[in-house]
């Protein structure tokens, strides 16, 4: 029984460490880097709190030295999924009757533990495993993944606070319940942070999760339900099991007692999984909360009174960074004619500046795609821009996965708008830049707005003020975040809340109230403290 309202400070941002070349922070991390790298685990399920070795075994391995072997993780079949959707509902009474204080306790100490004792060895595994550097993995596992834990307990907080009016003689009040069920899961590769989110926001609100993390980012997945479980989360609650994606949409999101889905992946696979859901409808026990972050084709577009040099830093920033597999890298950019030839020259001499390599080499810009796959597929794409008469490859090209996944970050110049590389997404480092006429500029807007599905985010560079307005009205639904003189990625949360529309997501933000929002189902109570006894109405007597 509760005894007092309790409230939460609004958080701060985790600071983002620097780990400068000759810092003791770098030299300990490279030490972790090492040990890592040369201990092999054994990575199993974890279902109702055990550990479960199940021995259909997939290797993972670091994209940038692909014949290193991280650990053998151990792939939920049926049976597994069948029981972590049962171990789910077992712990479901207990868990949602846990007043809020108590269950957003154990996120906020994950939170903390994260961000003291685990940092290190967190950033190394994201580093290895997801091949992205230092940066970019204290970024993502440790500033970003502690953000949302902090912040979706204080949003929470506020929810829980929101309640009716009341009137003489009557107190309206509103619960928020967890849904009815278990909430599904499904995480990409790119980010822990998301995956942790994933999983984390929903449970946070009183739901039960059963978590596919990503096969290919599994290393650093699993200490986090590691950290999970230190900081005292129940058994059951969320149950970890790395599947493959066949098996999980067929057992678990088929499962009638699927309540919720959350999602971050392809806008393909969460096609399917909407499909699946509208064909056993009717087996379900009540409608699933799909929530889903899927694909984008992200641009940016410069007015020609825009900075070269900023411009020039956000494509290279926004196309190149973790080798180009955000969802909302720079993908396609518009340049004006009057300012190209600047803008050409510029980024030419930059390009000198960004290098592919290991993530043990601290000057790597870049380093590998995350597998053999993503590899494939963007050297696909390259190998239709070299032979294309309608493109011109003007920096890099060049692949080699002899000993990783290395692509050279890649700019085109295509010919035409609709170019394939200007309208697909291709989930790499591959930049496509069209040159429109100065003239032209709401004829080309028209274009960036209508050329992909897709709305994810957007930036645009000008320091004319009404071209900024134009621009910004004329992109009004082309993103769900929008950036003026700013690259399109690097969200952060509690300052830009990330989400898109049209075949991009459902928008319902990411670390923001909207996704907490998305989890809870709101019981409303009428309690008359003097009720009627009359039967006929004033104007009947």
Known sequence: MNQGFFHLNKPANEPVKAYMAESGDWKELCEELEYQASHRIEIPCVIGGKKIYT?????????HCHGNVLAH??????????????AAMEAKAEWESLSWEHRASVFLKAADLLTGPYRKKMTAACMLKQSKNVYEAEIDVICELADFLRYNAYYLEEIYCEQPVNTHGIWNRNEYRPLDGFVAALAPFNFTSISGNLCAAPAM????????????????SYYLMEIFEEAGLPAGVINFVPSRGSDFGRIVVADPKMAGFHFTGSTEVFNSIWKQVGEHIDDYESYPRLVGETGGKDFVFAHASADPDALVSGLI???????????????RAYVPASLWPQVKEKLHQAMTLVKTGDVRDIHAFLNAVIDEKSFAKVKEYLDFAKSSPDCEILEGGNLDDSVGYFIE??????????????VEEIFGPV???????????????ALCDQSTGYALSGAIYANDRMAVVKMEKALTHSAGNFYINDKPTGAVVGQQPFGGGRRSGTNDKAGSRVNMMRWISQRTIKENRLPDREILYPHMK
Not at 55 to 63: H, K, T, Y
Not at 320 to 330: H, L, P, R, V
């Open 409 to 422: 970050p890649t700019i085109i110049l295509a010919k035409k708008p609709d170019f394939r590389t200007m």
């Open 55 to 63: 021995g259909d075994i997939l290797d993972a391995v670091e994209p």
């Open 317 to 331: 920033r926004g196309a190149f960074a973790f080798a180009g597999q955000k969802c909302s890298a720079a993908s």
């Open 431 to 445: 930049l496509t830049i069209y040159v429109y006429e100065d003239e032209t500029l709401g004829e080309t807007l």
């Open 73 to 86: 993780t151990h792939l939920a079949g049926e049976n597994e999924l069948r029981e972590a959707v049962q």
């Open 205 to 220: 609100a009183g739901n039960v999760v059963v978590w596919k993390p990503s096969t290919t980012a599994v290393l650093s």
